[in-house]
């Protein structure tokens, strides 16, 4: 493990969707019925400040799956989310 992982924020998750399924369950417990473009900003900008690199199209997709039960998306475009690419 280089130096770097080891200083990260939750360096002993496995993947990156990992620590955003972290994120979002911490988000979800505090936050409530935000609209998805909330949780994917706020995530995107906590695991980021983790020391993660995660493109914003990453953490959408992955929040967007884990969520798929509690918010309406269409599986077929991005929606209202501007992606940043």
Partial sequence: MSDHDSIRH????VS?????????????DIFRNM??????????????????NISYKDVYLTVRYFMKDE??????CYGE?????
Avoid: A, F, M
Avoid at 35 to 52: E, M
Avoid at 81 to 85: G, P, R, S, V
């Fill in 35 to 52: 609209p998805l473009k909330w949780y994917v900003q706020n995530i995107y900008d906590s695991v980021n400040r983790k020391g993660y």
């Fill in 81 to 85: 989310i501007d992606i940043k690419l």
């Fill in 71 to 76: 918010r309406e998306t269409c599986p077929h």
């Fill in 16 to 28: 990156e969707q990992q620590v955003i399924h972290k994120c979002l369950g911490t988000y979800q």
């Fill in 10 to 13: 939750h360096s002993g998750y």
